[in-house]
């Protein structure tokens, strides 16, 4: 029988830490004047009560540790409790919304994609606009270090959740998890604190700095405008794509960098294949446009290297309309988000080194069947792949085209227009941010969705961003019976 206890407890606490949070948001909007202060407080009350209540109520499976089921199912826990406490500042407070909207946005936000319910930003109060920022910025990276702090203090191997968010620690670099914690975070901020630092030295007010800067480091792209960064059109676009690049390395290799390791970085065959890929997304779209346009080279060129990039790490910012490049730039963006970014970053999707590691199989494949009798190992970066490497990366492939198909299916059943739930479905899956058709209004908010639609995209932001088989794996009754 699967002891569920420790997984409350630690649930607990996470949702007791994010009730404390909502108190920056609540000074804020207090600072400002807004009465919105009030549905901060009430929100942040009711989840410390809880978070407080789950924890005290199992605090002695503290003496008991945590399995790797446990681990799992804290995993998809974490995910699915979360949001619905951080919705609660969007019901009780501005925008007054209702459970659909308000789980949809805090969801949305955890999971960093970025998609959007909420029209009229520009005239939120400061506070909903800095929860939504905080919300992703935990989500990007922050609740994974705050679970691994924790799970040593359990007497567990906090491996094993990193292992359930598929987050690969390319080859243990550091000794102990707790060190890894400790320096992840350090990164995190580090990163942040520049893109804040970089985005005011450039021309944004210190408020849109903070929020992009949470934003950006995430990979989420809730902006604080309806206009998204189309309203910091200029330099600011390269800022922004330099650190969202920055953001889509693996952090790991970013440690490493921290440490002196130049070459890390350069020998990692997944960056080496990112930043190549990038190149080419961008000359292939830039490529187009000039045919087809009478646009300056260098407005093509900030245009497309911003818009590329963002749908690439799976931001989701908007400078330009995408849908309105063409069919064939909308291809390569979307060919892009199934790609995302590196293993290991705060970028979701499938990840470049699921790609290669595929790319390398089929390579394999057409050589054996060139010399049948000849033995072959599958190399990656000169090191040997192991059988069970590849055929996850299989499987990963084979379960996210499949929940991809599906989910397009159903929303389209939902009403909306195919083009509209094609790109509905992989905004939602890859954890990307736009989506483009007719029912898509002016701003980019799918504030006109069906209620069905919706709930939908909630679920495979879910799934998405858990990467599909770490939430299958807990649906298989031998899981629950191991």
């Known amino acids: 029988m699967l002891d569920i206890r420790p997984v409350i407890h630690l649930v607990g606490l996470l949702t007791f830490a994010l009730g404390a949070i909502m108190l920056l948001p609540l000074a804020v909007d207090w600072q400002a004047g807004h009465d919105n202060w009030k549905g901060f407080a009430q929100a942040s009350f009711l989840t410390c009560l809880i978070g407080a209540t789950a924890t005290l109520s199992t605090r002695s499976a503290l003496d008991q540790g945590l399995g790797r089921r446990q681990s799992f199912l804290m995993t998809g826990s974490v995910w699915a409790v979360l949001p619905a406490f951080g919705a609660l500042p969007f019901l009780l407070g501005a925008p007054q919304a209702d459970v659909t909207h308000a789980y949809f946005e805090a969801m949305s936000g955890m999971t960093t994609t970025g998609t959007t319910v909420f029209v009229g930003l520009d005239d939120m109060p400061p506070g909903v606009l800095l929860w939504r920022s905080i919300l992703q910025w935990l989500g990007g990276l922050g609740i994974i270090i705050v679970a691994l702090v924790f799970l040593p203090v359990l007497r567990v191997g906090g491996m094993q959740h990193f292992q359930s968010e598929a987050f690969d620690t390319m080859g ?8 890894i914690s400790a320096a992840l975070l350090q990164v995190y901020l580090g990163l942040t604190l520049l893109a804040v630092m970089a ?4 021309g944004m007010s210190g408020f849109d700095a903070l929020n992009h800067g949470l934003t950006t480091i995430a990979t989420g792209g809730f902006s604080t405008r309806d206009a998204s960064f189309a309203a910091f059109v200029g330099p600011l676009e390269y800022v922004g794509a330099l650190f969202m690049v920055l953001a889509g390395l693996p952090f790991i290799r970013l440690i490493q960098l921290m440490g002196g390791s ?30 087809v346009t009478d646009a300056g080279v260098w407005d093509v060129l900030r245009g497309t290297l911003f818009n590329v990039i963002t749908l690439f790490t799976g931001t989701g910012y908007g400078s330009e309309d995408v849908g309105a490049w063409g069919d064939f730039p909308l291809l390569v963006v979307m060919l892009v988000g199934f790609i995302g970014a590196c293993t290991a970053s705060t970028g979701c999707s499938i990840k470049v080194f699921r790609f290669l590691v595929l790319f390398e199989a089929i390579k394999m494949r057409m050589r054996q069947l060139s010399s049948p009798r000849r033995v072959m190992a599958i190399k990656l ?16 492939f084979t379960a996210f085209a499949g929940i991809f ?71 298989l009754p031998r899981f629950w019976r191991a």
């Open 199 to 202: 985005y005011m030295g450039f």
């Open 262 to 291: 130049v070459q890390a970085i350069w020998q990692d065959v997944q960056i080496r294949a990112f930043l190549r890929w990038i190149v080419y997304a961008v000359a292939a779209v830039m490529a187009y446009r000039l045919a």
């Open 405 to 475: 198909m599906i989910l397009a299916v159903a929303l389209a059943l939902t009403g909306l227009e195919t083009r509209t739930a094609l790109t509905a479905a992989w905004t939602a899956i890859c954890n990307i941010g736009p989506a483009f058709g007719p029912e898509v209004g002016e701003t980019g908010a799918v504030d006109g969705f069906p209620d069905r639609a919706k709930w939908l995209m909630i679920l495979g932001m879910y799934l998405g961003r858990l990467e599909v088989l770490a939430v299958l794996v807990l649906l």
């Open 381 to 396: 970066g000169g090191k040997r792949l192991e059988q069970d490497v590849i055929n996850s990366v299989i499987v990963m």
């Open 172 to 179: 243990k670099v550091m000794p102990r998890v707790y060190d």
